[in-house]
Structures are given as C-alpha cells and as structure tokens.
C-alpha cells in the first residue's frame, strides 16, 4: 500500500481519544500502518534501571494507525487529502483541498 503520509509531515488525528490534536510524525512504521506523531497518544512505560537509563515511570509516544491521521494543508492548515501529480517530470503530493503542493 502506497503511504501518502510521510516523515516530517504535520498532521490532525481525525479520530480517536486524541482526535483534533496536532503534531508532527517522528516515525513510521509501514508493517502495521502505524505512525508516531510528537506529543499525541503519550502512554506511561515502567522501565527497569539499566546503566543508561535511571528507571522509574517514562512516558512515551504510542504509535497511531494511519487511518485516523489527516495531512494538513499547508496553505489554509486545515485536514486535507493527498493526491499525486507530474510537475515538469517529477512527481509530487499536493493537496486535495487547495491544489497546493507539499513539500
């Protein structure tokens, strides 16, 4: 399945607990169509002492599916979708909603 979203990306979670929030995605995982995004769906982890970690409660950012993700368009900020076309033999994402390319 091709990913229209990708790394670096500024996204809404359009469903969800954490629906309406904003943020940027730090990683993706492409096996489960999953997604981290900055400072949404934070979980609490307990981890063990280790020599480079001092233990106790560390909060985390739990992976969202990609289906309750939206891009952002980045002329008005507001969820979009994303479609592909060819600007001078390249091709490039643009916006659905304000046929604006996103870089």
Do not use: F, W
Not at 10 to 30: D, E, H, L
Not at 43 to 62: C, D, F, L, Q
């Amino acid at each position: 399945m091709k990913l229209k979203i990708k790394k670096g990306d500024t996204v809404q979670v359009i469903a969800g607990s954490q629906k309406g929030k904003k943020g940027t995605i730090t990683n993706i995982i492409k096996d489960t169509n999953r997604a981290v995004v900055e400072g949404i769906n934070i979980r609490k982890k307990h981890m063990k002492p280790t020599n480079n970690n001092p233990g106790g409660i560390v909060e985390i950012e739990a992976p969202l599916h990609m289906s309750n993700l939206s891009l952002l368009d980045p002329k008005s900020g507001k969820p979009t979708r994303v479609g592909y076309r060819e600007e001078k033999g390249v091709k490039v994402r643009y916006s659905k909603k304000s046929n604006e390319i996103i870089k």
